[in-house]
């Protein structure tokens, strides 16, 4: 089985810092692109940021110059470091995998999400 487990969410004053984790666990040949999204309430859910096995990066307008993300391929995690929270930022963040299983088959994996917070 195949799972991405999403830790680093929580409570945290605006301008204040955030890292988000993704471990991907099973039985994975490899992992092409992982990302971030993140859906607030009454909104579209959005790609926050997205790197792919090349470390190519794709990030949201809307956190350019303060979000980075990042991976470590050898533990098949991704982090979203998230620094001068806004609280607009305030959403359920949930971590995203495009990979392959070791039968070639690819395989689209979602988390089950982390809440951020952000007060005012």
């Known amino acids: 089985q195949v799972q991405l ?10 301008g204040g810092s955030l890292r988000l984790s993704c471990a991907a666990s099973g039985s994975i040949f490899s992992i092409n692109s992982m990302g971030w999204y993140r859906r607030a309430p009454g909104k579209q859910r959005e790609l926050v940021a997205a ?6 990066t794709n990030y949201a307008d809307s956190v350019k110059g303060r979000f980075t993300i990042s991976r470590d391929n050898a533990k098949n995690t ?26 070639y ?4 994996v979602w988390g089950q999400g982390t809440l951020v917070t952000v007060s005012p």
């Not at 487990?5 to 605006?14: I, N, R, T």
């Not at 991704?78 to 039968?103: E, F, G, I, K, W």
Request: glycine content about 6%; proline content about 4%; some cysteine.
């Open 105 to 108: 088959r690819n395989l689209e």
């Open 5 to 14: 487990v999403e830790s680093g969410g929580g409570l945290v004053q605006a």
């Open 51 to 56: 790197i792919t096995s090349s470390e190519s």
């Open 78 to 103: 991704v982090y979203l470091q998230m620094n001068r929270l806004m609280p607009r930022d305030t959403a359920a963040y949930h971590c995203n995998a495009d990979m392959t299983l070791p039968s």
